[in-house]
């Protein structure tokens, strides 16, 4: 992505069941929006997680691949990078930008967890295990997020609040009249005497 320069990469990780934490140095620097070293650490551990998951069927039929959400979870990472030429993505130097960069580390990544994998089982089973621990955790509190969030919705309409309220058919708010009524004999005979198309009570 430019003229010719060099690389340098440390990164050191771990895996824990209940800590999340990522940073990124590049040239002694801090890179709060990571840019490149992250985008490359996303791409290198979704990619190697699911290749493993894939490969011994630890997915369940019909289930959606892993995201990188399900690893940071339980991951911990430090990478400490150093280049001859760095693309800052703005003035404030708070992410880099090179495309050299991130396709080296991901794939610098991506190997050397392939290679863990496969001279490390039981630790791989274990990484896999929380993975997707993980990620069934996140889509069943969604899924209950969406239905609770559903079922409260569909508990706010006007006909659950207000007691005893008669809708009519129409959805069109420019024909529709209201009936105010007092007393359940009032509310009775306007209801067998109303045009139900666009008459509530």
Known sequence: DLSEYKLKVELTCCFTQNKSFIEHYHNSSFLEHGGAPDDAMRNAFVSAVDKYLKNNNKYNKNESKIGFVDISDSLILVSNSFSTVTSYENQTKKAITNS?????????????????????????????????????????????????????????????????FVSCRSKDPSIRELYIVEGDSALGSCKMGRNSEFQAI
């Open 100 to 164: 050299f960069i991130q396709e080296c580390m991901t794939n610098f990544i991506k190997q050397n967890l392939e290679i863990f994998f496969a001279e490390n089982p039981v630790d791989a089973e274990k990484i896999a295990t929380q993975v997707l621990v993980n990620k069934r955790s996140r889509e069943n509190a969604e899924k209950t997020r969406l239905n609770l969030k559903k079922k409260l919705t569909s508990q706010n309409d006007v006909s659950s609040r207000v007691e005893k």
